[in-house]
């Protein structure tokens, strides 16, 4: 008969020698770099560099019974983890997205500008407008409602623009216009299109009112289906959430914090409700879009130096499908504060 | 002339401090001293090598963020491979979709080893993919880092009493399943 303490002392033996097969070398160094790349800010994150919202007892409404429901409704989901190997994107969609400053060649600052990208899962960045040794800005890129159009603002010394290129599976053609705008100094005049597709608009920097233009550089009166003024202004949800193009949900990120410990993308309804938190094996710093037909959101990771977005989508099984990995953080990253994303809607 | 001397804190309550305030070599020397512990747990919790790296490896971001909530240094251990146990224990409930339980075939044979320790290496890896993921870590805890009841309790969220309960429970289950008679 088996004594109960010799079993217990067996059993402890037995259980320390399995965990020493775990044992193997490891660089301490290596790992808290990484580590420390991976957490982020020591701060919550998911805040966009938007002018604060001016907060009102509605908001802070809002705020409580998202945190009421977030906390009485969240539920733990599977997620896919870190270095699944790339996928294509259900759509083969192009994602456009602007950079931030980056670092010089080897010695020098951190230089000014910003490049547009374009990308698609499993294929590498394809620049289509570059900083010019830090004396151009790129931004804002906006794909028109059927993806065959690409319009974003440049800015220089020379004075600002805003340049709608064509979009074809292979990345930009050369049809290209190019349409000279009055914007408020250094600020970006991002462009937004009408339903058509056929007119630009962005907000004039000197009066503050919504200009439209034709792509022949015409200046025609506004329609109905024009952007508006509001369509230019930022999201002011809470937490930094973004809302999905059909209007039914929100989605933001956190890190850390409850109630889910480590990297987690939240997605509720626009009022709070059905909050979901879905936790992931990466910890991104950046919410940046949501797919147009609103099943995905892509997130931008910070991993090790290494810039890299993924989508994710927000229904089960949570599918996770990396679009740019691994590109070093001296090149072609982005952050939401610089400029914008946009998601191709229709592939062509 | 008279110099001031400084003495240079190289303990790892130092090393706490100074990677709380972001020093990245304190922080790696935490994880030298600390990484190997927390992998054994995270392997007797998961049963897979790579998935215990997984999530040793997600371990150290978190702690890096909440190290500063860490307010006793002589619980830094138990601190570390709790946040690793936990870990493991999340890595494992989302791959519980998996319809076979995979044991991981380490390659422990070396020449000369008894084959009846390899079947019980096998028994133990069985048994323990037979428990939840809760219990894999209470034996983790207890067995392999060797905490008390009141540290098992702290890290699963239990009272020391409930603990002891639940772990001898534990122990009369896994005595019946590997029982050599």
């Not at chain 1, 570059?130 to 794909?143: D, I, Q, S, T, Y």
């Not at chain 1, 022949?216 to 999905?244: E, H, K, Y």
């Amino acid at each position: 008969m088996t004594d109960r303490p010799d079993f217990e002392t067996r059993l402890e033996q037995r259980l320390r020698a399995r965990g020493a097969l775990a044992s193997r070398p490891f660089d301490a160094a290596s790992i808290a770099h990484h580590a420390i790349a991976t957490a982020g800010p020591r701060r919550r994150i998911g805040t966009l560099a938007w002018p604060v919202p001016r907060l009102d007892l509605g908001w802070l409404v809002v705020g409580l019974l998202l945190a009421i429901a977030l906390l009485g409704t969240v539920a733990l989901v599977g997620a896919h983890l870190l270095k699944a190997p790339p996928r294509v994107l259900a759509s083969s969609a192009w994602i456009a997205y602007s950079t931030a400053p980056q670092k010089g060649p080897a010695g020098t600052d951190w230089q000014a500008g910003s490049d547009i990208y374009l990308v698609r899962a499993g294929a590498q960045p394809i620049l289509i407008a570059g900083r010019e040794g830090g004396n151009v800005w790129n931004l804002c890129p906006a794909f028109s409602p059927d993806g065959r159009r690409l319009a974003f603002s440049v800015a220089s010394n020379q004075g600002q623009a805003i340049v709608v290129d064509g979009v074809d599976a292979n990345g930009v053609s050369s049809d290209t216009v190019r349409i000279s705008v009055r914007g408020s100094g250094r600020l970006a005049v991002c462009p937004r299109w009408s339903s058509d597709g056929t007119r630009v608009a962005y907000l004039d920097g000197g009066g503050g009112f919504v200009v439209v233009r034709g792509l022949d550089g015409s200046t025609p009166a506004t329609v109905a289906g024009d952007p508006r003024a509001g369509d230019f202004l930022p999201s002011n949800l809470p937490n930094g959430a973004i809302l999905s193009p059909t209007g039914d949900r929100m989605a933001w990120i956190t890190s850390g914090d409850p109630p889910v410990p480590g990297g987690a993308l939240v997605v509720a309804r626009p009022d709070g409700a059905d909050a979901r938190a879905i936790p992931l094996g990466t910890n991104p710093y950046a919410i940046s879009a949501w797919s147009p037909d609103g099943r995905q959101v892509l997130l931008m990771m910070d991993v090790g130096g290494a810039f890299s977005m993924e989508a994710v989508a927000v229904d089960s099984p949570f599918d996770v499908t990396w679009v740019v990995g691994d590109v070093g953080v001296s090149g072609a990253r982005s952050w939401p504060g610089w400029g914008d994303v946009s998601w191709q809607p229709v592939a062509p | 002339m008279t110099s001031l001397v400084v003495p240079i804190d190289d303990t790892l309550a130092g090393a706490i401090a100074l990677a709380t305030a972001g020093d990245e070599t304190a922080f790696a020397r935490i994880i030298q001293a600390h990484h190997d512990d927390m992998a054994r747990v995270c392997f007797v919790i998961c049963g897979d090598l790579d998935i215990a790296e997984e999530a040793v490896q997600a371990a150290w971001p978190i702690i890096w963020r909440k190290l500063a909530s860490l307010r006793d240094p002589d619980r830094l251990r138990p601190w570390l491979v709790s946040i690793a146990a936990n870990e493991a224990r999340q890595l494992i409930r989302r791959r519980r979709r998996r319809a076979v339980v995979e044991i991981s075939v380490v390659a422990t044979a070396t020449p000369g080893v008894d084959p009846a320790l390899r079947i019980g290496d096998l028994d133990l890896a069985n048994a323990l993919a037979r428990l939840d993921p809760d219990d894999r870590a209470l034996l983790a805890l207890r067995y392999v880092a060797g905490f008390d009841s009141t540290e098992l309790g702290r890290a699963l969220g239990r009272s020391p009493s409930g603990t002891r309960a639940r772990l001898a429970r534990l122990l009369e289950r896994l005595r019946t399943e590997l029982s050599d008679d």
